[in-house]
């Protein structure tokens, strides 16, 4: 009986090879399914062996597929059909049929087997169809599969790397619901850097705070090195601070490495914390078991550069080179930047001819550096020649370049020149970005030119950027004419409200700090962290006035990017030519159509009150940024102080760059100038000459406004001596005098030859009595 029972299983076996071969060959064969017999009788076996064999093309097998579905002797379709069909069709080539036949599969409720659908996901993700991959996920999901992870952990990745995060967030999200699995770490981080690479800082404190609640999930030490950038990025220091904590709580697992410590002095140093940013270093070489590596010291030389910290940032290069790491040429741009900015005009030219000696190639980067960096300190004819050399070689010229120089010729009232030097950026391809065309609008206003107006607009390559202007300034003009009502015109913009009393009241704050940070909880001795224990426990405000990043340049990005900024231009020129009472109508319009003002709008407006003397109302203004959450920064702290002094309150003014230092701010030239300015019209001239000697060992040379500042406080104080010591460190230093300094020397010169008359009047005197 199992010899029959065998024999009869091996001839159907034999008859299904049979069969199986007569419809491989008919369907190869001119005609396809139309040569297949009606009254051939399928199985599913016949049917999956004719469409796992290899033989048969692609489309073949498709058409017989849809021939069996309809045939009335073949049983209908199985799972294992359609998976053996995806398969063949998961080709770059085949895809346009996977909709139609999804469709069949939603229709006969069947479901892929894992294999045949990751390989659907990949193929469609491989080859842009982002939407046949949605589809297929939401073919799965209608039918209730499971979406297990460590199948589309890879799908995600690709998405990913293809910059489709959203479409990576949704599949991740659909993942997160439907699965009470552990979800795979790399693929969550790689997540987490699109996510702070484009910005997207909602969807990622969302992912984040998801993959916190999510059961068994932890994440690795790349994860927390992500996620405390991030943070700290996006200004919430205390958020990185809390996730260094963390990862010290257990770093028996996922201790901090090498790349925590570049992420924390990274951000501190995004924050303007340069001072904690030199400690955790310290602590990174003295107890953390790890040695910096050039990305360290490229961030702390960049971090230390902004802020004016020229001499820290000088003993981390030098320490960078005895290490064995050789400067790039960011690190060698953040040098130049920070020594030109601190007008150490022969260190930086020093510090550029050892880059070309060593062999590090400049940039374009490099060349709009030494040119600015010439024009700021005093050196205009040498800037332009090498402007002139670069265009001549046609290289490391970009708009910027160009943008330079017009803004140059427009502080020297050279508008023909900057016109003609904008026709020329025109001509070579590059875009006149909105700061080249607010300096010009300023310059043009000026001047008295505004039928230049229509000269500058023909050079300008983007046409919405010109319809864009054009609407503003008729807008604007159109508005100002015709005004809501005399009422409003009078109404004061600015709430008169709070005095100079307030000052001390954000003075005393300080101390409220100081009292804080004795409180915090004692720090384990034996950390190889102990500051930066120090700052996670700290309760502190982690929200900072103060940030030394460059401004981003303006680009143009369509009429919709003109809100604040054309506010900015106009108030500009308004501003400029005295015209308050209308600068202030032209706050009130934009402000009612809904434009939030930014630091800049708030500190021109201050600026204007404060050169009037109307300081009641540059504190309101101060109140007012506080109330539109508008962070404060160094050039409003100038304003403050240089109220303060003119008011003759170098008291408050020292307790207010008290308060501004142990904020995490830092001083600039204009900084010490307005302050030496103060304290010396305050008469404090000793308090005065030590802020010098403080400005020297801090790295910044004095210019010609600290040197005309020095030789008037002390002409007027009496201290001719001093006055004329300060003359000769000018000269000495090489420091071109300007017309102001005419004006003091004459000054200083009228006080010497009245002391002079004075001693010889005392002698003609004595000689007279004798």
Known sequence: MVDWWQRNRASKKLGDILIVASITKALSESGGTRNLPPSLKLTHSIVLNVLSNPSLHPSNKLHFFLWSRSHSSAPPPSAAAYSSLFRTLSHPAHLHHVPALLHSLKQDSLLLDSRSFKLLLDASILSAKFDLALQLLDYLQDLGGNLQPQIYNSVLVALVRKNQVPLALSIFFKLLDSTDDGFDSNTANE?????????MKVEFKQVFDRLREK????????????????????????????????????????????????????????????????????????????????????????????????????????????????????????????????????????????????????????????????????????????????????????????SIIVLQFCREGQLEEALQLV???????????????????ISIHRHGRWDWTDRLMRHVRESDLVLSVLKWKAGMEASLKNPKSKRDDYSPMFPSKGDFSDVMSFITNAQDVTHKESSVNKIDEWSSSPHMDKLAESSLSTSQLFTPSRAQRVQEKGPDSFDIDMVNTFLSIFLAKGKLSLACKLFEIFTDAGVDPVSYTFNSMMSSFVKRGYFTEAWAILNQM?????????????????????????????????????????????????????????????????????????????????????????????????????????????????????????YLGREIDKLRYQRASILSERDDTS
């Open 215 to 402: 059961k068994g999930f932890a994440f690795d030490t790349w994860g927390y090195n992500i996620c405390i950038y991030a943070f700290g990025c996006w200004g919430d220091l205390g958020a990185s601070l809390t996730l260094f904590k963390e990862m010290k709580l257990k770093e028996e697992e996922i201790g901090p490495d090498l790349c925590t410590y570049n992420s924390l002095i990274s951000v501190l140093c995004k924050v303007g914390r340069v001072n904690d940013a030199l400690k955790v270093f310290q602590e990174l070489k003295e107890g953390s078991g790890h040695e910096p590596d050039e990305f360290t010291y490229r961030i702390l030389v960049q971090g230390c550069s902004k802020t004016y910290r020229v001499h820290n940032a000088t003993l981390i290069f030098n320490e960078m080179q005895y290490n064995g790491f050789r400067p790039d040429t960011v690190v060698y741009n953040s040098m130049l930047d920070g020594l030109f900015k601190a007008r150490k005009l022969t260190e930086a030219c020093q510090l550029f001819e050892k880059m070309i000696e060593e062999g590090v190639k400049a940039s374009c980067w490099t060349y709009n550096i030494l040119v600015d960096g010439l024009l700021k300190n005093g050196r205009p004819e040498a800037a332009y020649t090498l402007f002139c050399d670069l265009k001549k070689k046609g290289q490391f010229v970009d708009g910027v370049t160009y």
């Open 423 to 441: 026709e020329e950026m025109e001509s070579r391809g590059f875009v006149v970005d909105l700061v080249t065309i607010t300096s010009l609008l």
């Open 191 to 199: 997540l987490l850097v699109s996510l702070r690479k484009a910005g």
């Open 626 to 746: 506080g109330e539109n959450l508008c962070p404060t920064d160094i050039a409003t702290y100038n304003m403050i102080i240089q109220s303060l002094g003119k008011m003759g309150r170098a008291d408050l003014a020292s307790a207010v760059l008290d308060r501004l230092l142990k904020q995490g701010g830092y001083l600039d030239v204009v900084m010490y100038n307005t302050f030496i300015n103060a304290l010396g019209k305050a008469g404090r001239i000793d308090e005065a000459n030590k802020f010098f000697e403080q400005m020297k060992s801090s790295g910044i040379n004095p210019d010609v406004v600290t040197y005309n500042t020095l030789i008037e406080i002390h002409s007027k104080a009496g201290r001719l001596k001093d006055a004329y010591k300060f003359l000769k460190m000018m000269l000495d230093a090489g420091c071109p005098p300007n017309h102001v300094t005419d004006t003091t020397l004459d």
